[in-house]
């Protein structure tokens, strides 16, 4: 079992900069893919960035360049540090531990992008 917690969202204005946190308690973190979505009101929640147990990332289209991934498994935290954002990267975003056949969810933590 794998409870996440994230923090660092808030409010700011275009072209700012952000840092998602996501800690997580329980057993195996280092085993874990992990991974961030957002999901805006009556949409998908879609995949932002994921890092995986060996430390590969990959990243949606529309924030690559922007957004970087990193995880700390000393720590058993996971960053999403945000830059350049844009009023379309408003969502809440959600923390992710994956692996076969399991995968756990954070609360959500909402970022928004406004002038």
């Known amino acids: 079992q794998v409870q996440l917690v994230e923090s660092g969202g808030g409010l700011v204005q275009p072209g700012g900069s952000l840092r998602l946190s996501c800690a997580a308690s329980?057993?195996?973190?280092?085993?874990?893919?992990m991974a961030w979505y957002r999901q805006a009101p009556g949409k998908q929640r879609e995949l932002v960035a994921r890092?995986?147990?060996?430390?590969?990332?990959q990243y949606a289209d529309s924030v690559k360049g922007r957004f970087t991934i990193s995880r700390d498994n000393a720590k058993n935290t996971v960053w999403l540090q945000m830059n350049s954002l844009k009023p379309e990267d408003t969502n809440v975003y959600y923390c992710?531990?994956?692996?076969?056949?399991?995968?756990?969810w954070g609360q959500g933590t909402q970022v928004t992008v406004s002038s």
């Open positions: 329980g057993n195996g973190f280092s085993i874990y893919a």
């Open positions: 890092i995986t147990s060996g430390g590969s990332t």
């Open positions: 992710n531990a994956a692996r076969p056949m399991y995968s756990y």
